[in-house]
């Protein structure tokens, strides 16, 4: 993934641990602390590799890691530099979950090589509705999770999400109930 995404990871995990903690990081996941380039392209392993030393590192599990990671990432993302791109995907939860698929292309300007997920919105009553997550990778559901709690955040907007059964060629699907 880009480095942008192995950025994080090290912000979210120096502000918990410190700069040593990312150093131990580093050192068991078998990658050199030297950061990342945000605009280059790593191989997908080097991140999972991450989230598992952090998982080690900070005695949670990686479906933890992952999900405080996509809460971070929306607070990341705003600090550097793509506030305007978060400002005009909507001016709801619910509007911003349908325009994702949007605002990734929007960036494909800069992450040429970037393989997107794919998202959907299924309603299903006021202030509930169904997001459905497609992806290429393994693993990524509860970062989704985090993400969407995040975005409530931003939004101010109370939830509850739950993740239902999966259906054939997704990679999760969530139920999202506003407050
Ligand atoms: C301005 C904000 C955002 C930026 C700049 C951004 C950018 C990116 C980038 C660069 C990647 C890595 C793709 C690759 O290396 O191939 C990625 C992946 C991803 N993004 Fe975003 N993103 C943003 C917001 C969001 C939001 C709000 C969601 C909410 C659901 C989201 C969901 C994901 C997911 C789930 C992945 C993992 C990719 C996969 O499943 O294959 N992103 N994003």
Known sequence: MYG?????????????????????????????????VAISAYPDQMTYKL???VSQEMGMSPEQVLEAFGEYWIMY??????????????TSLRE????????????????A??????????DEGP????LLYQSQREGLAPMVVG?????????????AIEQLPSRAG???????QEA
């Open 4 to 36: 942008l995404v192995n950025r994080a990871v090290e912000q979210l995990v120096e502000q918990h641990l410190g700069p040593t903690g990312w150093a131990r990081v580093c050192k068991q996941a078998g990658i050199a602390d030297d950061g990342f």
């Open 51 to 53: 989230v598992g030393a």
């Open 77 to 90: 993302t705003a600090e550097e530099g793509y506030a305007d791109l978060l400002q005009t995907a909507g």
């Open 96 to 111: 911003f979950l349908g325009n994702l698929d949007q605002m990734h292309s929007r960036i494909e300007t800069v992450f």
């Open 113 to 122: 090589q970037m393989v997107a997920p794919v998202f959907s919105v299924e």
């Open 127 to 130: 202030g509930r509705y169904v």
């Open 147 to 159: 993400l969407v709690k995040g975005l409530a955040k931003r939004f101010d907007q109370p939830i």
């Open 170 to 176: 997704f990679a999760g699907v969530f139920r999202i």
